[in-house]
């Protein structure tokens, strides 16, 4: 059974999917491969699915190679829903940004502040703060993007922003 195969048909909860799917005893080379080539799949599940097994590795240390964060970053433009967009996100703070990758980077995380949901804003907002702790010439901007962000609506969004300008803070201290 194919990657994609499994990601379509799993019945189980993630974590039973993420079990199933690394219990196959592939590489993690092959692995991260395998999921980056469907992140942009049409059907739903599967860029949900994909997105989410490759958010799961990043969170624990598994290595991405540049070329494979640079196939993800690349891909940035096909994600269509607004959990394979989060997944995203929420790797950032476990990879390195390449800089070749960082006005896709940008653009992605500008489009994910217009986004309805607002767990994709909150978690954009904090993208913009890895960028700018990982390539520091995007400090000025990412303090502008909180700036524009204050005029939120959601609470949850707000306090994300609070958190994140806190952070931005200790790093221009440390940086400064």
């Not at 194919?2 to 799917?21: H, Y």
């Not at 967009?85 to 929420?90: E, M």
């Not at 960082?102 to 913009?128: D, H, I, P, Q």
Request: glycine share 4%.
């Amino acid at each position: 059974m194919t990657i994609r195969e499994e990601l379509e048909q799993f019945d189980g909860g993630v974590e039973e999917l993420l079990e199933s799917v690394l219990s196959k005893q592939r590489s993690a080379k092959s692995l991260i491969n395998g999921l980056v080539v469907l992140i942009g799949d049409e059907k739903r599940k599967v860029q949900i699915r994909a997105t989410w097994l490759l958010k799961r590795l990043a969170e624990s240390k598994t290595q991405f190679n540049p070329k494979q964060l640079a196939a993800i970053l690349d891909s940035l433009s096909e994600f269509t829903h607004w959990e394979a967009k989060l997944h995203v996100c929420q790797m950032l703070p476990h990879v390195i940004i390449p800089k070749a990758s960082e006005r896709k980077v940008v653009w992605f995380l500008e489009m994910s502040l217009s986004e309805t949901n607002k767990f994709l804003r909150a978690w954009a907002y904090n993208g913009f703060y890895e960028l700018a702790k990982q390539h520091p010439e995007y400090f000025a901007y990412a303090m502008e993007q909180l700036d524009r962000g204050e005029a939120e609506k959601s609470a949850a969004v707000k306090a994300r922003i609070r958190n994140i300008r806190q952070e931005m803070k200790r790093l221009l201290a440390r940086d400064g």
